[in-house]
């Protein structure tokens, strides 16, 4: 699988692992408790929504070639439990699908597909996505070393791979919400840039905003 390709089926894999947050409307105030009351199994607890759900997003990619972060908004969708669909609108048109371990690419009416079985590095993305659908912390656990921090507010869920493959390609997945909506993924690889991908009314708040601050202080929801 070239390298793009996997970006790709990454970015969808991670969406797979938050999709249970995104159409989730912002939660009511709850008041700020110290961060030691803010654990993993609490957010996992806002995890279960039933399919079909969507969400906006805006990624936001560095790089070093750049003069710019490139800026992709579109939308995620879930159909149904195992499916996933990423559509992307600007700045070109591609819709990406993932359903029972293969990735459909559409672009410029071409299509081209393949497995996720390609990649080792995705199977572990692949398994624990069934253990945040069903909120369960201790197989979530096998796949990652987890830590939350943070209020009811503003909380965050790190990710650290357990696994070697996909430990050698992503350093960490940091989760970023505010009561039960899932605002932000901030993913690092090892080699590269940070990428940002800002979800539901992060991603509308986004609009028309260039600024890296401020996509960072929506990201973290402070």
């Known amino acids: 699988m070239t390298s793009r390709k996997q970006r790709r089926a990454t970015a969808c894999l991670l969406a797979l692992l938050a999709m249970p947050w995104m159409a989730a409307s912002a939660a009511p105030p709850e008041a700020s408790v110290p961060a030691s009351a803010i654990d993993a199994g609490w957010i996992l607890s806002k995890l279960t929504r039933p399919a079909p759900t969507h969400t906006d997003f805006v990624e936001v990619r560095g790089s070093k070639l750049l003069k710019a972060p490139l800026r992709i908004e579109g ?26 371990g293969e990735a459909r690419i559409e672009r410029n009416g071409k299509v081209r597909t393949f497995s996720l079985d390609r990649a080792p590095e995705l199977q572990g993305l692949q398994a624990s996505f069934g253990a945040m ?9 096998r796949f990652y070393e987890i830590d ?13 791979p357990r696994d070697k493959a996909l430990a050698a390609k992503v350093r960490d997945i940091v989760l970023h919400g505010r009561g039960a909506e899932l605002r932000c993924i901030e ?16 991603a509308r708040s986004a609009r028309g905003t260039t600024s890296a601050d401020k996509l960072a202080a929506l990201c973290t929801a402070r």
């Not at 939350?148 to 650290?160: D, E």
Request: cysteine-free.
């Open 75 to 100: 939308q995620y969708s879930r159909p149904t439990d195992d499916t996933l669909v990423r559509a992307v609108h600007a700045p070109y048109a591609e819709t990406t699908t993932i359903r029972n």
């Open 187 to 202: 993913t690092r690889p090892v080699q590269g840039d940070m990428q940002r991908t800002l979800l539901a009314g992060a």
């Open 148 to 160: 939350a921090s943070g209020t009811r507010q503003a909380w965050s869920l790190q990710l650290v």
């Open 133 to 141: 659908l069903a909120g369960d912390r201790d197989l979530l656990e």
